[in-house]
């Protein structure tokens, strides 16, 4: 996903809000929020090498400890330790969420019985009532309201969860910097699809064994955006979202 701005995990110097608005009028629990969506987003792709070593030092740990305290929301932090070398995180990665499954049921005639991951990273995956198309034109309008676009380059969908959870730090930070109507827009972006896919994406990643990292991102995903949603809905609704 591109826009005109850069990203900032740091609640105290991100420059989608600092460099525009007087810092003593930021919201601050709002910039947490989006510094955490931030990182989680990153943290559900291809770990790279900077993020692992951000990781195998314990800097992301702290740095997501210290957000999730900031942000205001009753939630427990992650514990983003590992044991895997790079290789091997990767490859737990790969398992989880790129390679599908395929065997022949007949040679003779080539049929092919072929699965996805054992866990999707789609909101579609696990809206079997909603078509593809609904879900993803409906966040790509979103997206382009907000003057998002996702990269061309990337060839992926708009329902992928890493985009979405950019989506929503973005949200934050513009909520941050005082735009009008923007904390009701990612109370919507909770309701119509974030808290479906990261609900699924909790309980189909618990069934598997060996998850490690991914495991413990996707459950604190999950119980995160619950309360940033429950919190949203007070506000404007006067009860928790659904």
Aim: proline fraction near 5%; charged fraction near 30%.
């Amino acid at each position: 996903m591109t826009t005109d701005t850069e990203r900032n995990d740091d609640p105290a110097a991100d420059p989608d809000v600092t460099d525009r608005v007087d810092p003593e009028s930021i919201d601050q629990q709002a910039v947490a929020r989006g510094g955490v969506y931030t990182v989680m987003a990153k943290l559900l792709d291809e770990p790279d090498e900077a993020t692992y070593e951000r990781l195998r030092s314990g800097e992301l740990q702290e740095t997501v400890h210290r957000l999730v305290e900031a942000s205001g929301l009753a939630v427990d932090p992650p514990d983003l330790s590992v044991e895997d070398d790079h290789d091997t995180l990767c490859a737990r990665f790969n398992d989880l969420f790129t390679v599908g499954y395929s065997e022949y049921e007949d040679r003779t005639d080539g049929s092919l019985n072929s699965e996805g991951p054992p866990v999707s990273l789609y909101e579609t995956s696990y809206r079997p009532e909603a078509s593809w198309n609904d879900v993803n034109l409906d966040l790509a309008r979103a997206y382009s309201y907000f003057g998002l676009e996702i990269d061309q380059s990337a060839r992926d969908n708009h329902d992928y969860l890493p985009y979405q959870l950019e989506f929503a730090g973005y949200l934050a930070r513009q909520e941050a910097a005082g735009a009008a109507d923007v904390a009701k827009a990612r109370l919507d972006l909770h309701d119509r699809h974030l808290h479906v896919v990261t609900g699924g994406l909790a309980e189909r990643i618990g069934q598997e064994p060996g998850t490690a990292l991914f495991g413990e991102v996707a459950a604190f995903v999950d119980r995160f955006v619950t309360a940033d949603q429950q919190d949203l809905a007070e506000q404007f609704e006067g009860g928790g979202g659904t």
